[in-house]
Structures are given as structure tokens and as C-alpha cells.
């Protein structure tokens, strides 16, 4: 392949990576189950990237979770919510942030021993079925991953595009230690396309949640596509070929 060449594909990857948004940008539907709060029935609260901080500049962490109509909005139950990136979401390979593709964001936060040593006693988790699509008609479901559950998202990392490493422990921790062990991940429900029952999907467009048929009503945020770091970026299209010597 020639230098020329290559140096045009390396810049047409790159303003399509500039040009597309990581978070999502359109709501395709959204039915909202009863019980529901009143005031947390805006879809459009999930477009764009999920709020660092709320209205009185307390940022986010995960023990403390975003809690506003402004930033939240509530399925209800079993309600359902579909939204769309502007783009296609790659499945990443195991060895590329962790496997893990996109996040779901959601209120969800660990409880502390506020009056103790503030370690971690609990989670609240109100689980809602995720589903991912290429055409916006066909979905699959994701395997044993639920949005509103873990991890609980920090503000603290910088950014909502890195993914966080599996099978963080987190009870009877201290906040700030389980926070390190995001590494340069803030949390959000970890979904690897990988995980899609009964299809091998190498990008989608497409995101559904539905709140599941228990006590609990699911909340949600926002979602965002996982941009692996530049340099893996270089090395991921350095195996598919593209930087090959002539
Ligand atoms: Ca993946
Ligand atoms: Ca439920
Ligand atoms: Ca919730």
C-alpha cells in the first residue's frame, strides 16, 4: 500500500472519529411503565454525555449518584427506552478494554457507613433487560448484564469512554480505593457485544432497555461508546493491515 495512501486513510479514521459523537445521540422510543415519579419522564435526559455534577456542583461518585429530572429519567415498570449512536459501535476484541463496547450509565450507587468509617455496606440495583440492534428492527438480548446495576459511575477519571476492569470487589471498601480499582474507567454497566444471544455482532447502532418485571424501577442516564486509547487505536489498525509496509 502506498505512504500516500495509507497517511488519507489514517486521516479519513480519525475525522470520523472526531466527528462522531461517543454518547448517544437520538431517542428512537420510549414507553414509560407506571409507578414511575412524577417529573422523570424525559427521555432526551439520556442524550449526550452523562452529568458530572448536580445543579448544586456536588460531582457525582459512587456513592453519590445523579438524582435530578434534569439528568434522570425513570422506565418505569417494565417500560422500555431505544436510543441510537451516530455511528457504529465496534465490538472490541478481549484484549481491548477489557472486551467492553459501550456503557450504560444509571442512578445506582453504593450505600456507606456514613455515620461509621464510610466504608461500602450495599448497592441499589434496579435492573432493566439490555438489548442491542444493527437496523434498529432486529435486537438481541445481552447476556447475564443488566443497565442499572453495577458499577455506580464516578466524575472523578476526566472522561465517560473507558471501560473499567471486571469483578471489582466493593463491599466493606472504602469509595476512594474501589474507585482506583476503576483504573482510568468511571463505572456504568460494562456491555460487550460479545455477549448478544443468538447472533455474533461485529458493530450496532442500537439500544434498548427494559425495566424487569420486579420491585425495583430502572433509572437511566446515559450511554457512550468505549474509544480505546490512541495508541490502541494505531495497533488495532495496524493488525487489520492498513499500516503495512509496501
Ligand atoms: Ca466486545
Ligand atoms: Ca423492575
Ligand atoms: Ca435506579
Request: hydrophobic share 40%; aromatic share 12%.
Amino acid at each position: 500500500m502506498k505512504r500516500s495512501l495509507v497517511v488519507v486513510l489514517l486521516f479519513m479514521a480519525s475525522c470520523s472519529m472526531l466527528n462522531a459523537s461517543p454518547y448517544a445521540s437520538s431517542v428512537i422510543s420510549f414507553t414509560q411503565g407506571p409507578w414511575a415519579e412524577d417529573d422523570y419522564g424525559d427521555p432526551s435526559v439520556v442524550l449526550g454525555a452523562p452529568p458530572s455534577a448536580d445543579t448544586y456542583d456536588w460531582p457525582i461518585s459512587i456513592s453519590y449518584g445523579p438524582w435530578e429530572p434534569s439528568e434522570v429519567v425513570s422506565l418505569g415498570h417494565c417500560g422500555s427506552l431505544t436510543i441510537a449512536f451516530d455511528h457504529q459501535v465496534m465490538n472490541n476484541p478481549a484484549d481491548v478494554e477489557y472486551g467492553i463496547d459501550f456503557l450504560i450509565f444509571s442512578n445506582t450507587f453504593f450505600s456507606t457507613d456514613y455515620e461509621g468509617d464510610g466504608r461500602i455496606l450495599g448497592a441499589y440495583f434496579e435492573p432493566a433487560k439490555i438489548e442491542v440492534s444493527q437496523d434498529g428492527i432486529t435486537f438481541y438480548e445481552i447476556a447475564n448484564t443488566f443497565a442499572d446495576q453495577l458499577y455506580p459511575y464516578t466524575s472523578s477519571k476526566g472522561n465517560f469512554v473507558h471501560a473499567t476492569p471486571p469483578g471489582i470487589e466493593y463491599l466493606n471498601r472504602q469509595p476512594a480505593d474501589v474507585e482506583d480499582d476503576y483504573l482510568t474507567g468511571c463505572g456504568g454497566t460494562q456491555v460487550d457485544i460479545s455477549n448478544a444471544i443468538g447472533a455474533t455482532l461485529d458493530w450496532i447502532m442500537y439500544v434498548r432497555v427494559t425495566d424487569i418485571d420486579d420491585d425495583g424501577m430502572a433509572d437511566i442516564v446515559g450511554f457512550a461508546d468505549v474509544v480505546p486509547e490512541p495508541a490502541t487505536m494505531i495497533m488495532l489498525l495496524a493488525g487489520i493491515g492498513l499500516l503495512r509496509r509496501k
